[in-house]
């Protein structure tokens, strides 16, 4: 009973758990309705999309009538003819056929009885939810994409405001350094080290600003736009993108894009088991046509009018589409599908516990790194005090500063980390953004 009270409690928490949003930045919602409108791999599954809604057309197009003109003409020899006695001596030579046929009709077909139509559009049907979910999908990793660069950029522009007081920071140092050194107090192998210093973090600052360059570059690709824009309010809400691990793994089975795909696809497969098997049934058809020919006695030669109305039916015997065939490919089909579908699952299940793991330990990073932060500045603080007086060398202070800056720019990924991180759980809870 415990196994059946389990499943019952999940199915019922699975469809009334509510769907979360996301309360993104009005300049990120901007560039992700800009990344849907301009970016041409949105237009192109697009076209996808419309191409299967004509294909249902082109399905339902099997119930229609068919009709179709004809006009020929046939020179025939022999003809078939008899000599008729009407005198004692003389003959008269009556013909049955023309030698010179003239076919001018209209014919038109109109299926009564087709179960193979139905199968065929509601796969075409399948096929355009398929195409529908595979467009939400692409637009979902898209969005997110958008996201990841977009605050990719801020904490960029955050490491060259901690880099540039760095760069401000050794300034000061080399004038104070150039004092000593003119005074005596300090050797020109300090001077000559501080200047090193600075010229790395000059390029470092120079890198991170071509990431920068970069990163907008790839995002002006998505959505769109030239050279820099404001992203908004840089204060990163990291509660937006937080979940409760509880439900996520409900979330994520019920709206991962993936996972609806995969479904999709099982159901299409379905359809080409029956489109298969209903290769087999026959078929019935209403047959009508009306039109002008000659061959009607008594006069053969002259353009008669004429029609025929009928039903015929349509029994496959042997089939060139080989439907026993046909069948076993879809059978094939519809296992390899069920089997992609457990394999996204599997992925699924191994994607979100990874990434609830990295967003525990960015957490536990990011907890510690305010302490090494303070104890770093207390350093840094100590160390420039010691080195005005003389108590330690160029080389303390130069460490000293650079493991502040490190502590600085640690705390800035750690934060960065865990925001990606959420993001991830996100996507793969298949939140909108």
């Known amino acids: 009973m415990k196994p059946i009270l389990f499943v019952i409690i999940f199915s019922v928490f699975y469809y009334l758990l509510p769907a979360q949003t996301i309360v993104a930045p009005a300049a990120l919602k901007q560039l992700v309705e800009q990344s849907f409108q301009k970016y041409p791999r949105v237009d192109e599954m697009n076209a996808v999309v419309r191409m ?13 009538p068919v009709a179709g003109g004809d006009v020929s003409y046939r020179r025939q020899y022999p003809t078939p003819s008899i000599n008729f006695p009407i005198a004692p001596g003389q003959s008269e030579e009556i013909k049955f056929l023309p030698a010179d046929n003239y076919n001018a009709s209209v014919s038109i077909a109109q299926p009564l009885i087709d179960l193979r ?6 796969k075409a ?28 950029i801020i904490f960029l522009n955050r490491s060259l405001h901690v880099q540039q007081e760095q760069i401000n920071l050794l300034q000061t140092t ?18 000559v080290s ?25 995002l002006n690709m998505l959505t769109g736009n030239h050279g820099t824009a404001y992203l908004g309010d840089t204060i990163v809400n990291q509660s937006a993108f937080k979940l409760a691990t509880d439900s996520v793994f409900a979330m ?20 080409d088991i029956v489109s298969a098997n209903r290769t087999r049934l ?4 209403l047959q009508a046509g009306l039109g002008y020919k000659n061959g009607f006695m008594p006069a053969i030669d002259a353009a008669t009018f004429n029609y025929s109305i009928g039903v015929g039916v349509t029994i496959p015997i042997i089939s060139a589409s080989r439907p026993g065939m046909q069948k076993k490919l879809a059978i094939i089909g519809l296992d390899a599908s069920r089997l992609a579908l457990e394999t996204q699952k599997a992925t699924l299940n191994k994607d979100v516990l990874n990434t609830m793991d990295d967003i525990q330990k960015n957490q536990q990073k990011l907890a510690s790194s305010d302490t090494l932060i303070r104890q770093a500045q207390l350093a840094l603080d100590l160390a420039t005090d010691r080195y005005k007086n003389g108590v330690i060398t160029n080389l303390d202070l130069l460490t000293s500063l650079t493991n502040y800056q490190d502590a600085l720019l640690s705390r ?22």
Request: include cysteine; proline fraction near 1%; hydrophobic fraction near 35%.
């Open 52 to 64: 299967s809604e004509v294909r249902v057309d082109l399905g339902k197009a099997g119930y229609l």
């Open 117 to 122: 139509t139905s199968a065929t559009v509601k």
């Open 125 to 152: 049907k399948s096929d355009l939810v398929t195409s529908k979910d595979n467009l939400e999908g692409f637009k979902h990793q898209l969005s997110y994409q958008v996201a990841q660069l977009y605050y990719s």
């Open 174 to 191: 080399l004038k104070q350094i150039g004092v000593k050194v003119q005074n005596g107090d300090a050797l020109s192998y300090d001077l």
């Open 194 to 218: 501080t200047q090193v210093k600075y010229t790395n973090a000059e390029n470092f600052y120079t890198d991170l600003k071509t990431q920068v360059n970069k990163q907008y570059n790839m």
């Open 252 to 271: 994520a089975f019920r709206n991962n894009p993936d996972l609806k795909v995969a479904d999709d696809k099982i159901k299409s497969a379905g359809w």
């Open 282 to 285: 026959p078929t019935m058809n």
């Open 412 to 433: 800035l990924q750690y934060d960065y980390n865990l925001l990606l991180s959420r993001m991830e759980l996100c996507r793969l809870a298949g939140i909108k953004l």
